[in-house]
Antibody, heavy 121, light 116 residues
Framework: QLQLQESGPGLVKPSETLSLTCTVS??????????WGWIRQPPGKGLEWIGSIYYSGSTYYNPSLKSRVTISVDTSKNQFSLKLSSVTAADTAVYYC?????????????WGQGTLVTVSS | QPVLTQPPSASASLGASVTLTCTLS???????VDWYQQRPGKGPRFVMR????????SKGDGIPDRFSVLGSGLNRYLTIKNIQEEDESDYHC?????????????FGGGTKLTVL
């Protein structure tokens, strides 16, 4: 059964770069059938899609975050990563990684348990 | 891209039924919407996808038969029958838009369902 697990610092200073990694287990990140995505949820608010990546490295980003976001994949470690630069308090959120299919069934399933990142000095 | 609108809250008594609504912005009546359940302190869980013809594909793993969907016009509905305590959750709807470099995913604000 495919599982995803987010990891990374829980506290980031303003203006610095947030870095998170999602480790995929129970399946290969190199599958041609899947995209791998990042979604975040500020405290008490709704979900916001950050971006998605294909194992080949093709990326799709939320235009509102595109200038600050980089998503990359490391097939040797079965991981993909998120970097968000120049963070502010508005970037404080629970960050989730999730899988979606390449086919018409491209909903996000499954999701990781999420990791809280707080931006504060 | 489409905007998805959800009421912030809903409530229903144990054993009753409730229908949650996700409304697409004008011009997007042919869009499919995904429903996600998020229990307190947990990550979201895929429930099912809905279009104007009803469910698209299959339900998420472990989603009981008490959950069903319907689509009409700009509205996408999630109905839960015989509500149980474990159904108390936030319910989010999401939709994807575009293709290639214009691909985009949007979510509604979520509805908090309280079981009375």
């Amino acid at each position: 059964q495919l599982q995803l697990q987010e990891s990374g610092p829980g506290l980031v200073k303003p203006s610095e770069t947030l870095s998170l990694t999602c480790t995929v287990s129970g399946g290969s990140i190199s599958s041609s059938s899947y995209y791998w995505g990042w979604i975040r949820q500020p405290p008490g608010k709704g979900l916001e899609w950050i971006g998605s990546i294909y194992y080949s490295g093709s990326t799709y980003y939320n235009p509102s975050l595109k200038s600050r976001v980089t998503i990359s994949v490391d097939t040797s470690k079965n991981q993909f990563s998120l970097k968000l630069s120049s963070v502010t308090a508005a970037d404080t959120a629970v960050y989730y990684c999730a899988k979606s299919a390449v086919a018409a069934t491209n909903w996000f399933d499954p999701w990781g348990q999420g990791t809280l990142v707080t931006v504060s000095s | 891209q489409p905007v998805l609108t959800q009421p912030p809250s809903a409530s229903a008594s144990l054993g009753a039924s409730v229908t949650l609504t996700c409304t697409l912005s004008s011009g997007y009546s042919n869009y499919k919407v995904d429903w996600y359940q998020q229990r307190p302190g947990k990550g979201p869980r895929f429930v099912m996808r809905v279009g104007t013809g009803g469910i698209v594909g299959s339900k998420g793993d472990g989603i009981p038969d008490r959950f069903s969907v319907l689509g009409s016009g700009l509205n996408r509905y999630l109905t839960i029958k015989n509500i149980q305590e474990e159904d108390e959750s936030d319910y989010h709807c999401g939709a994807d838009h575009g293709s290639g470099s214009n691909f985009f995913v949007v979510f509604g604000g979520g509805t908090k369902l309280t079981v009375l």
